[in-house]
T-cell receptor, first 116, second 111 residues
Framework: KAGVTQTPRYLIKTRGQQVTLSCSPISGHRSVSWYQQTPGQGLQFLFEYFSETQRNKGNFPGRFSGRQFSNSRSEMNVSTLELGDSALYLC???????????????FGPGTRLTVT | DQQVKQNSPSLSVQEGRISILNCDYTNSMFDYFLWYKKYPAEGPTFLISISSIKDKNEDGRFTVFLNKSAKHLSLHIVPSQPGDSAVYFCAAIYDGNKLVFGAGTILRVKS
């Protein structure tokens, strides 16, 4: 079974631009979550999508948004990029079919975003 | 408010010895705990988990202990191997499907 894939792997943008990151979950997984990891920080939760609906949201500004498609693929968008948005953005999927163990999340390799 | 805390930013252990990674949490409603391992330039990899109704779960060289009264979670790796060198994150699930991570501990296993 193929793992979680994320594209692109690396991205360089300038301040003020916007960016869209893509995530394809493991086949059959219905939940997709996005995280931001910066040096010295843990994984900061951005949001989670399930059945094309945002189910949970972390404490990030409205510049960060996402969506999920009917095939469970998800995209994350960051508008008006700031230098502080430079980070590794990780996507994770889970089956979410019942029981806590189904919430074990499987991560993609991440997209390294650099804002200059 | 950091609900899951990993107070040791790093840990250095000799190959063959035991590595003990610790995690404290504040929310008594957490019902499931997980450990992830992360190598540079890769996403975190699920390692082992434990339900809040248990106090121990073992998988090969990895054992997770849960002390609910102390709100403390630990991961034991024995024997430690150089390939275990990575960042380890503990995480907790609450409200059914919400996941919160600790800040991570860098483990270095010296050969």
């Amino acid at each position: 079974k193929a793992g979680v894939t994320q594209t692109p792997r690396y991205l360089i943008k300038t301040r003020g631009q916007q960016v869209t990151l893509s995530c394809s979950p493991i086949s059959g997984h219905r939940s997709v979550s996005w995280y931001q990891q910066t040096p010295g920080q843990g994984l900061q939760f951005l949001f989670e999508y399930f059945s094309e609906t945002q189910r949970n949201k972390g404490n990030f500004p409205g510049r960060f948004s996402g969506r999920q498609f009917s095939n469970s693929r998800s995209e994350m968008n960051v508008s008006t990029l700031e230098l502080g948005d430079s980070a590794l953005y990780l996507c994770a999927s889970s089956s979410d079919r019942g029981g806590p163990s189904s919430y074990e999340q499987y991560f993609g390799p991440g997209t390294r975003l650099t804002v200059t | 408010d950091q609900q899951v805390k990993q107070n040791s930013p790093s840990l250095s252990v000799q190959e063959g010895r035991i590595s003990i990674l610790n995690c404290d949490y504040t929310n008594s409603m957490f019902d499931y705990f997980l450990w992830y391992k992360k190598y540079p330039a890769e996403g975190p990899t699920f390692l082992i988990s434990i339900s809040s109704i248990k106090d121990k779960n073992e998988d090969g060289r990895f054992t997770v202990f849960l002390n609910k009264s102390a709100k403390h979670l630990s991961l034991h790796i024995v024997p430690s191997q150089p390939g275990d060198s990575a960042v380890y994150f503990c995480a907790a699930i609450y409200d059914g499907n919400k996941l919160v991570f600790g800040a991570g501990t860098i483990l270095r296993v010296k050969s």
